[in-house]
């Protein structure tokens, strides 16, 4: 036994060493089951992107308001309304060793616009609706048409899902080599190829990433030699490899277990108020739900501040509405679209006829940080205005027309409404048809809103469309969470504002590591 | 002899099949697979789309002709999840679970066996009540309660032992102690309970009278007597440390068949979860094989019973 305890003793010395060599262990409570930044947008797949790939268009990330730079675009010209030619940086290689040229640009926007895979259909929708064609002018410059005018070029460059990926390398993969197969995309997803400052060098689906830092990347050098993301689901066992010096930060850590890593001398807290919503949606086409009077009071009836000081300690923001200080001059905390109103919201049930009958109310057990607790109180504030609510705890959304009321997250996929708010409820958004038909008023409405380039216009539009939704309440952000880490005290690192959220960010100048 | 065998193989590919069978159906009766190949919440029609690309869309019965069809060609399907042979996947994650099988069933077994045969010769003395004392508090303590006390004490506190994770010899020492410890106890108990039951008999005392000495009359003649039940009992524990590895390998983070089969029911990824359940069945059929032929080996009269 003494020599088991002398070796545990050396591994830990040696892993304090490792530490002095600029590597660095992160825990993650999950971890993705395949790597494509074009086929993603889900929170966990968030972590994996931003250290292995490059966008066109950088942005300032220390700020929350967007000022873009040049990335893998050296010049951006925005021609017309619809035409954006961009200019590409020479010399910079793929991991595999071959160069980036427009083909790779083409190729990359190309798999989601012709929508080569149906998950590549699904990002389309979100985010590249309005794109109609990506053409090659010479080898360093590319052409983007889109079949709108445009006001978000550089917000929809500068996303992960328009970083660029290897054409020659994916085709390769299976298969003939001059097509792109669906089987070559998922071989990629496995053993992907980027042209960040740190290359994927090992990726065990669901378990671990290990990224190592790679030489000939054209911007400054990456600070980590190497690093690794590791799956440890149970918090209990996270947060004990933290303190035993396994790893050096952990991620999803809830307000309760905050002040055991503050008690520890060796430990500390990083956190931040995250571009994401936590929301209620409500199925307006069941008929127990069709009254928008009863939507409308089963938001009026949640105290969200309660919320906020219950779950979150105070450190959550409850929104007045769908806005994010991320969407720059599009931020818009003015609008009073989502209040608490008990009494309003009894005067509403008692107009609508609401007779008494049980509305469900579907959440995950564990899936959102606090939704459980979250759904506990809700089911409170609705009975205290007479409405009873039958809890469903399920990881299924179960069969799509029985769905009455859920919780769920609306997290910014790009800094604009149309990346949050839209992703979901623009026409043609996820749930749009499924749980929510808007009228046509309100399709000009955001036609008006999405490809308007006055930034007036925009705004006003946006206003309409939180009116519209104040009316007929779909959905209620229910707030913001803080999300925290825990750290070791010789990790200088935390989240920052102008990333989307659950992004780990461990580029040059945003991570540092003290002997 | 063969007879014998026979039947028990015959038993035991009738388990197989009928476990192929059930879980093929059992996990299409916990939900669309498509729901958690995406995010939350995700447009039904891509949903729709991605069914039709896996042909979970078909019939269930075209579905199942599929699923047996592969199984003959040892085409175990591809893991909706991570989009690879579902084979491959095992592949990464058997060795752990092998692993810390391999070191709990030798840490039970063989500190079982002489724990047991102390406890039973020093039946009424302090050393063997001590054993039984201890070996009924393993009993009787959850794993999960232990697992965590244990991270606790010697990893939060003292530092000594890594918490999490497969990667050296040592992350496997707590969770292998915690799945060895209710086989361990229950291999204490039995093995001291079969010794005192055949140290009471007459062939002892006529082992001794003949002038044998006492560790050939302990070693050989009690313990070989003492085996039958003890060997069943490490049979059905095997079992039961299946069923015990998903929550040890969910707490202690080791990346085994456990903790893959936890994932692959919660993100409905039928195929794995379907292989896993088979590997299982596989694995207690011959593990119960293995014993059956044990008892042939071990007790002479099985042999003329079944011929």
């Known amino acids: 036994m003494t020599n088991r305890i002398l070796l545990a003793l050396g591994a830990v010395l040696l892993g304090t060493t490792a530490l002095a060599a600029a590597e660095l262990t992160v825990a993650t409570q999950n971890m993705s089951s395949f790597v494509d930044p074009g086929r993603d947008h889900s929170n966990v797949g968030s972590q994996n992107y931003v250290n292995a790939f490059d966008p066109l268009i950088e942005k300032d990330y220390s700020q929350a308001g967007a000022v873009f730079s040049p990335g893998l675009a050296t010049e951006w010209e925005q021609t017309s309304p619809t035409t954006m030619e961009v200019t590409l940086r020479e010399g910079v290689l793929f991991h595999d060793g071959t160069e980036m040229t427009a083909e790779d640009v083409v190729f990359s926007f190309h798999r989601i616009i012709d929508e080569l895979t149906p998950e590549y259909k699904s990002i389309k929708t979100q985010f590249f609706t309005n794109f109609e064609k990506v053409e090659a002018l010479d080898t360093y410059r590319v052409r983007f048409t889109t079949i709108n005018p445009e006001p978000l070029f550089e917000t929809l460059l500068n996303a992960q899902q328009g970083y660029i990926v290897p054409k020659a390398y994916i085709m390769g993969l299976t298969g003939d080599a001059e097509t792109a197969e669906i089987a070559d995309f998922e071989a990629f997803a496995l053993a992907p190829v980027g042209t960040g400052p740190y290359r994927i060098t090992r990726f065990q689906p669901g378990e671990n990433l290990v990224y190592e830092r790679f030489a000939d990347y054209y911007g400054d050098e990456a600070p980590l030699e190497r690093f690794e993301m590791r799956r440890i689901s149970e918090m209990a066992t996270r947060l004990t490899a933290l303190a035993n010096g396994e790893v050096d930060i952990i991620t999803n850590v809830p307000p309760d277990q905050l002040a055991t890593i503050e008690n520890n001398p060796n430990l500390k807290v990083e956190g931040a108020v995250t571009p994401l919503f936590h929301v209620v949606i409500y199925n307006a086409m069941h008929p127990k739900l069709e009254d928008k009077r009863i939507r409308q009071a089963l938001s009026l009836a949640i105290d969200r501040d309660l919320l906020n000081q219950a779950l979150w300690l105070g450190e959550a923001v409850v929104p007045s509405t769908h806005t994010y200080p991320q969407y720059g001059e599009l931020y818009m905390p003015e609008l009073e679209t989502f209040t608490y109103n008990p009494e309003r919201a009894r005067e509403l049930l008692a107009e609508a006829g609401y007779d008494g009958t049980p509305i469900r109310f579907d959440t995950d057990a564990v899936y959102y940080t606090n939704g459980l607790l979250a759904a506990q109180a809700i089911k409170e504030m609705w009975a205290a205005v007479g409405v009873e609510m039958d809890l469903n705890v399920t990881n299924s959304w179960g069969e799509p027309s029985a769905l009455e009321s859920r919780n769920w997250s609306n997290p910014m996929y790009f800094a604009d409404p149309a990346g949050s708010y839209g992703t979901m409820w623009a026409p043609g958004g996820a749930r749009i048809g499924n749980t929510w038909q808007p009228n046509e008023a309100y399709v000009e409405m955001w036609e008006r809103f999405r490809y308007s380039t006055d930034v007036e216009t925009r705004k006003a539009a946006y206003a309409e469309i939180m009116e519209y939704v104040a009316d007929e309440m779909p959905v209620l952000p229910l707030y913001q969470p803080y999300e925290s880490y825990g750290l070791r005290q010789s990790v200088e690192w935390k989240p920052l504002p102008g990333h989307i959220p659950y992004v780990l960010d461990f580029r040059a100048g945003s991570i540092a590591l003290a002997d | 002899m063969l007879d014998y065998l026979g039947r028990r193989v ?243 983070a080791t990346k085994g068949v456990g903790d893959l089969i936890v994932y692959a029911t919660i993100g409905r990824d039928y195929p794995v979860l379907q292989f896993g359940v088979i590997l299982i069945a596989v694995l207690v059929v011959t593990v119960s094989l293995i014993v059956d032929l044990l008892y042939a080996v071990i007790d002479p009269r099985v042999k003329v019973a079944a011929s």
């Open chain 2, 10 to 252: 015959l038993g035991g590919v009738l388990t197989i099949v009928i476990v192929i069978t059930a879980v093929f159906f059992a996990t299409r009766l916990t939900g669309p697979a498509v729901e958690f190949m995406l995010p939350p919440g995700s447009d039904p029609t891509v949903q729709a789309a991605l069914a039709a690309h896996y042909g979970l869309d078909q019939s269930i019965w075209v579905q199942f002709g599929r699923y047996l069809q592969g199984l003959f060609t040892g085409d175990f399907g591809i893991s909706l999840g991570e989009r690879r042979p579902v084979i491959d996947i095992y592949a990464e994650r058997l060795p752990n679970t092998i692993t810390l099988f391999v070191y709990a069933l030798g840490l039970a077994t063989f500190a079982g066996l002489p724990l047991g045969i102390v406890a039973a010769l020093d039946r009424k003395g302090p050393i063997g009540s001590a054993i039984m004392t201890i070996a009924f508090i393993g009993y009787a303590t959850p794993n999960f309660v232990l697992a965590i006390m244990m991270i606790l004490v010697f990893s939060f506190q003292l530092h000594w032992l890594p918490s999490s994770g497969s990667t050296t010899p040592l992350h496997f020492l707590m969770p292998a102690i915690v799945l060895a410890l209710p086989m361990l106890a229950e291999i204490v108990r039995f093995t001291r309970n079969a010794m005192l039951d055949v140290m009471g008999q007459d062939y002892l005392r006529t082992a001794r009278a003949k002038g044998l000495p006492e560790h050939m009359v302990i070693g050989k003649h009690a313990l070989r007597n003492a085996a039958v039940p003890v060997v069943t009992i490490i049979g059905l524990q095997v079992a039961g440390m299946v069923a015990r590895c998903v929550l040890v390998e969910a707490i202690f």
